[in-house]
């Protein structure tokens, strides 16, 4: 069973709008910070934003800040990401991470987002 299976990537144009969904089993759900990473090849995997437990709190990288929301439903296991005002530069493979404070991780394999014209 796989712990992390994202969805909802893909290819559009420049301006446009993507949302991604991260399917979560296998781990108390409710308890973990979600986050979701973009990695360009050849460079770092960086974070792009993390939600709470509760999903009360949230966090952006200044550069995602007004364009992309996560959020979740912890009735579903599921942490979103919606990308609105989608740049070339946003081109990468997107993953779903889970962390806990016990420092229990998990990663999923990740789905390409293709911003061109």
């Known amino acids: 069973q796989v712990p992390l299976v994202e969805s909802g990537g893909g290819l559009v144009q420049p301006g446009g709008s993507l949302r991604l969904s991260c399917a979560a089993s296998?781990?108390?759900?409710?308890?973990?910070?979600m986050s979701w990473y973009r990695q360009v090849a050849g460079k770092e995997r960086e974070l792009v934003a993390g939600?709470?437990?509760?999903?009360?709190?949230?966090n952006y990288v200044d550069s995602m800040k007004g364009r992309f929301t996560i959020s979740r439903d912890n009735a579903k296991n599921t942490v979103y990401l919606q990308m609105n005002s989608l740049k070339p530069e946003d081109t990468a493979v997107y993953y779903c991470?889970?962390?806990?404070?016990?420092?229990?991780?998990?990663w999923g394999q990740g789905t390409q987002v293709t911003v061109t014209s």
């Open positions: 296998g781990f108390p759900f409710i308890y973990y910070t």
């Open positions: 991470h889970a962390s806990s404070e016990d420092a229990a991780t998990y």
């Open positions: 939600i709470t437990p509760s999903g009360g709190g949230t």
